[in-house]
Every structure is written in structure tokens, then in C-alpha cells.
């Protein structure tokens, strides 16, 4: 079965800091990957998603996430924070074929000014 | 366009207590998803809907949840009787059914069950 870890449940870091969020998957080929946000009292927002081709994906907001197969990671990062990033980040996983997806336990996001 | 409707925004019940939650989706939305999000956990997924057919229901407790999307379109989730445990937030989505759609996440019903 597939399933989604994100090592660290919560990170703090400095306006204008980058940042570098964690996520690794077990699947026994490559599943599609993708990043949600959820700012308190809102629904989850896509940031951006890698099903093939190019490893480096861009999202909306500055994020950008890169696919390592040999690692199994699709790690999150943003070069910049801003106070506005504070919030709650999944990282989930689909099997092709499957259109459900399984989210990992989430990273909260804390911006210190 | 408009989002995925979701009602109530809160509720609070006792235990043993019976609730129900309704969504609306995305007008043309093929498939419906219910996910059940408790504190300080990622969503689950608890029933997967394609037009008014169950695709996928292996995570829903059975013995007291369940739901219906009888017309394709919006879809309810109750649960009866209520535990403890229950207390979370209930979030619907949707998506067109293509592959490579993404998913559109409703704000959620955040359920207390005291």
C-alpha cells in the first residue's frame, strides 16, 4: 500500500528564511506527488504537483518541489518566506489509476517576524 | 466558478447522538470525495463516489457511517450513533474524473462530539 511521511510535524523559521519542507513516499513505482496547504478555518489548496517529465515542478506562491527517485522524497521549498506561508502543508501521493489520494500527517508552519 | 459547499460549517453533539453533513461540488464534478481529517492528522479518505456509484468505500466504518449520492450531484455522510472518537473535520471534494485532475477541496465540517 501506498503511504506518505513527513518527518517533521512542526518548523518555525524567519521572515525572509528559506525553507525546505520533507516528504517521502513508499509506492512501488513512481506514484503521482503532489503539495497541499490548509490555512486555518480553509479547505486544502493545491501549491503544485509532479506526475512525469521535468523533476523541479513550480507552484503557485514562490514554492517549488523537487522529485528524487533514488531518495523517494518530494521536498518542498520556497527560497523566501513570508508571514502570509504560515500554515498547515500535506504532502500526498496517488497511485495512476487511482484518483483518491493519501496525505501524509502534515507539517505546520510557523513564521517568525 | 463556484467551489465545493459544505453545511454546517460546525457541530457540536453528544455521543450516541446521529449527525449528518452535505456537500455540493463543483457543477460537472464526476467524482466526490468524503475525507475525514482529525486533529493533528492528515485527511483520510473514508468513501469515493464516480456519478452516484460507490468506487471506493474500504475505510468507512460501516457499522455506523455512511453515504449517498443519489442523483450524481450532491452528496450526504451521516453518522449514527456518534462516538468519541468521531470528533474531526469532514471534508469534501471533487474533481472531473480525468486522470491528471486535481482535486477541489470544500472548508470542511468540524465536528465536536462531546
Known amino acids: 500500500a501506498q503511504s506518505v511521511t513527513q518527518p517533521d510535524i512542526h518548523i518555525t523559521v524567519s521572515e525572509g528564511a528559506s525553507l525546505e519542507l520533507r516528504c517521502n513516499y513508499s509506492?512501488?513505482?513512481?506514484?503521482?506527488l503532489f503539495w497541499y496547504v490548509q490555512s486555518p478555518g480553509q479547505g486544502l489548496q493545491l501549491l503544485l504537483k509532479?506526475?512525469?517529465?521535468?523533476?523541479l515542478v513550480q507552484g503557485i506562491k514562490g514554492f517549488e518541489a523537487e522529485f528524487k527517485r533514488s531518495q523517494s522524497s518530494f521536498n518542498l521549498r520556497k527560497p523566501s518566506v513570508h508571514w502570509s506561508d504560515a500554515a498547515e502543508y500535506f504532502c500526498?501521493?496517488?497511485?495512476?489509476?487511482?484518483?483518491?489520494?493519501?496525505f501524509g500527517s502534515g507539517t505546520r508552519l510557523q513564521v517568525q517576524p | 466558478e463556484a467551489g465545493v459547499a459544505q453545511s454546517p460549517r460546525y457541530k457540536i453533539i453528544e455521543k450516541r447522538q446521529s449527525v449528518a453533513f452535505w456537500c455540493n461540488p463543483i457543477?460537472?464534478?464526476?467524482?466526490l470525495y468524503w475525507y475525514q481529517q482529525i486533529l493533528g492528522q492528515g485527511p483520510k479518505l473514508l468513501i469515493q463516489?464516480?456519478?452516484?456509484?460507490?468506487?471506493?468505500d474500504s475505510q468507512l466504518p460501516k457499522d455506523r457511517f455512511s453515504a449517498e449520492r443519489l442523483k450524481g450531484v450532491d452528496s450526504t455522510l451521516k453518522i449514527q450513533p456518534a462516538k468519541l472518537e468521531d470528533s474531526a473535520v469532514y471534508l469534501c471534494?471533487?474533481?472531473?474524473?480525468?486522470?491528471?485532475?486535481?482535486?477541489?477541496f470544500g472548508s470542511g465540517t468540524q465536528l465536536s462530539v462531546l
Open positions: 471534494a471533487s474533481s472531473s474524473g480525468w486522470e491528471n485532475e486535481k482535486l477541489f
Open positions: 509506492y512501488g513505482a513512481t506514484p503521482y
Open positions: 500526498a501521493v496517488k497511485s495512476p489509476g487511482r484518483r483518491a489520494l493519501t
Open positions: 463516489f464516480q456519478n452516484n456509484g460507490v468506487v471506493d
Open positions: 509532479y506526475f512525469s517529465g521535468d523533476t
Open positions: 457543477s460537472g464534478h464526476a467524482t
